[in-house]
């Protein structure tokens, strides 16, 4: 139980274009889902907390308007890096939280994002 | 400043060998998790630990979480080549979802 699906895997789009990736909750609903980012050979970087029905919590350092999150329903929670540039070229994983028993966190598999 | 300090950042042993790694904070957490992350994947769960002076073990792999509940190590007896792998410690503060990550433990494990 509790798997978190994300979508795409791998992404190259142009310079400027705009890329949403989702993330799904399978078998659970998820009322807060997490996005985080992840240079190579790096840890992974908290971006913002995704809460269903609100506005998402951003990091310090991170551009809303940049990184636009939308957690419509309990189970999708979507990221659309806006006029992409190659510096956004990274790997974006979300994770969801199951708040139940001491597992607590599932994440997705990741998505590749090329920017060219 | 980083919440949570892992170390060390990067670990190449030979196999046969011990190691230790290390997550520490001056903060408090309700959990630690520790974390196994292959090239191009999400992290997999390896271990929770949510009470001071917890251990846990996995085959080769003790987890401890320190007294305080603010630091935890993981200590691999007789390393292998399959051990080979970023770890990463996460944890949650008190009162808080968030999870945030060490910089992570780039382990390589050589024959």
């Known amino acids: 139980g509790a798997v978190v699906s994300q979508h795409p895997s791998r992404v190259i789009c142009k310079s400027g274009t705009s890329v949403k990736i989702e993330c799904r909750s399978l078998?659970?609903?998820?009322?807060?889902m997490f996005w985080y980012r992840q240079f190579p050979k790096q840890s992974l970087m908290l971006m913002a907390t995704?809460?269903?029905?609100?506005?998402?919590?951003?990091e310090q350092g991170v551009e809303k308007d940049k990184f636009l999150i939308n957690h419509a329903s309990l189970t999708l929670s979507t990221l659309t890096v806006t006029s992409a540039h190659p510096e956004d070229s990274s790997f974006y994983i979300c994770?969801?939280?199951?708040?139940?028993?001491?597992?607590?966190?599932?994440f997705g598999s990741g998505t590749r994002l090329t920017v060219v | 400043t980083q919440l949570l300090e892992q170390s060390p950042q990067f670990l190449s042993i030979q196999e046969g060998e011990n190691l230790t790694v290390y997550c520490n904070s001056s903060s408090v957490f309700s959990s630690l998790q520790w974390y196994r992350q292959e090239p191009g994947e999400g992290p997999v769960l390896l271990v929770t630990v949510v009470t001071g002076g917890e251990v846990k073990k996995l085959k080769r792999l003790t987890f401890q979480f320190g007294d305080a509940r603010k630091d935890s190590s993981l200590h691999i007896t007789a390393a292998q080549t399959g051990d080979t792998g970023l770890y990463l410690c996460a944890g949650a503060r008190q009162g808080a979802q968030k999870l945030v990550f060490g910089q992570g433990t780039r382990l390589t494990i050589n024959p």
């Open positions: 995704s809460n269903e029905g609100s506005k998402a919590t951003y």
């Open positions: 078998d659970f609903q998820a009322t807060t």
């Open positions: 994770s969801a939280f199951t708040g139940t028993g001491v597992r607590g966190y599932t």
